[in-house]
Every structure is written in C-alpha cells, then in structure tokens.
Nanobody, 126 residues
Framework: QVQLVESGGGLVQAGGSLRISCAASGRTYSNSVMGWFRQAPGKEREFVAAITWSGRTTWYSDYVKGRFSITRDNAKNTLDLQMNSLKPEDTAVYYC???????????????????WGQGTQVTVSS
C-alpha cells in the first residue's frame, strides 16, 4: 500500500509560479513510478507528468512541457511539481499518483496508477 498526501496548492496570477508537493508512505514507494494528474471542472482527469524511481527519466504532457518540472526525493519520500509560467487553463485539482510498480508501460494512462492522493486545488487568475 502507498499513501499519498498533496500540499502546496493555492491561488496565483497568470505568469506566476507555484510548487506543489506529495508526501508518500508505504513500502512500495521506493520502486514506483510516480506521477501528477489534474482535473478541471467538467473535464476528464488528465496526465501532467511522471518520473521513474531514479529520477533519471521524466515525461510531460504537451500542455506543460517546458513550464513544469517533476522531481522526487526518495530519501524524504516526496514528489514535487514546480509549475512556472502558469496559465488560467492550468486551473485544476492536481493529484499525486503512484504506479506501485517500476513498469514503464502506460505511463500516460491514469488507469495504470494504483494509488492516489486526495488532490490539491491550483487556481490561476487572469
């Protein structure tokens, strides 16, 4: 089992930056691919970014590539998402997710993530 708790969401103006974090616990965290997803009102939950256990490989959606950066600290069991140049369309609830496995198949598929946090709201004003 992996337990995930997000923090750091809030209100920011367009063009600003925000860093959200996820605290993980559970014995499967250490070898798990981790990711961030987001869900805006009335929309499907969508992939944002993912990272391997080592941190050497990352993936980003085209919407955030070049603006967001995903990192993890395995010693502290944390996962972060640094969000820069924020746009109003980035407004959503952001969810931390864990695969529970080191498998790299279906990285972009939310159905392949076994564990989820409760989400943290990010609101970008224009």
């Amino acid at each position: 089992q992996v337990q995930l708790v997000e923090s750091g969401g809030g209100l920011v103006q367009a063009g600003g930056s925000l860093r959200i974090s996820c605290a993980a616990s559970g014995r499967t965290y250490s070898n798990s691919v981790m990711g961030w997803f987001r869900q805006a009102p009335g929309k499907e939950r969508e992939f944002v970014a993912a990272i391997t256990w080592s941190g050497r490989t990352t993936w980003y959606s085209d919407y955030v590539k070049g603006r967001f950066s995903i990192t993890r600290d395995n010693a502290k069991n944390t996962l972060d998402l640094q969000m820069n140049s924020l746009k109003p369309e980035d407004t959503a609830v952001y969810y931390c997710a864990a695969r529970g496995t080191s498998s790299l198949s279906g990285i972009y598929d939310r159905g392949r993530y076994s564990y989820w946090g409760q989400g943290t709201q990010v609101t970008v004003s224009s």
